[in-house]
């Protein structure tokens, strides 16, 4: 069983910073790209960036140069580093890792509960 456990989210004033993380446990073989979605109220969930194995990245082109995700492969942990934060930036944060159980298995993708996050204007 995998669980995926968010952290980081809150209530933040317009400009402001907030770091998310995310940590994957259970019976894991090997991680392969981790990322962060949003969904805001009454619209479709999108992502906010992806990172790879080795690293590679990609972000929405509204985060880039505000956002910085990494990871902690030793940790199976992924963070999102949110600066210069927006009313607009205002949802749920969802983590997502595509990850295989064992060596035979497939990868399956996981989602994490969701964290708040809330810029005020």
């Known amino acids: 069983q995998v669980q995926l456990v968010e952290s980081g989210g809150g209530l933040v004033q317009a400009g402001g910073s907030l770091r998310l993380s995310c940590a994957a446990s259970?019976?894991?073989?090997?991680?392969?790209?981790m990322g962060w979605y949003r969904q805001a109220p009454g619209k479709q969930r999108e992502l906010v960036a992806r990172?790879?194995?080795?690293?590679?990245?990609n972000y929405a082109d509204s985060e880039k140069g505000r956002f910085t995700i990494s990871r902690d492969n030793a940790k199976n942990t992924v963070y999102l580093q949110m600066n210069s934060l927006k009313p607009e930036d205002t949802a749920v944060y969802y983590c997502?890792?595509?990850?295989?159980?064992?060596?035979?298995?497939?990868?399956?993708?996981?989602w994490g509960p969701g964290t708040q996050v809330t810029v005020s204007s």
């Open positions: 259970g019976s894991i073989f090997s991680i392969n790209a």
């Open positions: 990172i790879t194995s080795d690293g590679r990245t």
């Open positions: 997502n890792v595509d990850l295989a159980l064992t060596y035979y298995s497939g990868r399956t993708t996981y």
